[in-house]
């Protein structure tokens, strides 16, 4: 493991578990709405991951309330596709 791929999964680790931890004192919401992943991560990312299985959507109630989309969750996810764009866009050719 080259030392760049390395860096890159620790600081990815470290602020993951930053946000755990300001979701289990309640400084951050463990949830986003659909439009708030949106907004974070791009309709087209969010779309994808929803349709592959790698993010599960809640919903509470019929047609008329919000989807969340448990924040940890898409972060993970958010991460591991950055560390594969970032393996790709960096190794020795």
């Known amino acids: 493991m080259e030392r760049l791929e ?3 999964i620790l600081q990815e680790a ?3 578990g930053a946000q755990k931890g300001l979701i289990e004192s309640a400084k951050l919401k463990p949830y986003l709405t659909k439009s708030e992943a949106y907004k974070l991560y791009g309709r087209r990312h969010v779309e994808r ?3 592959e299985g790698l993010i599960k959507q ?3 109630g019929d047609s008329n309330y919000s989807v969340r989309i448990n924040r940890l969750q898409i972060e993970s996810v958010a991460s591991v596709c950055n560390r ?9 050719k």
Do not use: A, C, G, M
């Open 6 to 8: 390395l860096l890159s």
């Open 14 to 16: 470290v602020s993951l």
């Open 49 to 51: 991951w929803l349709k």
């Open 58 to 60: 809640i919903k509470d």
């Open 84 to 92: 594969v764009s970032f393996y790709q866009n960096h190794r020795e």
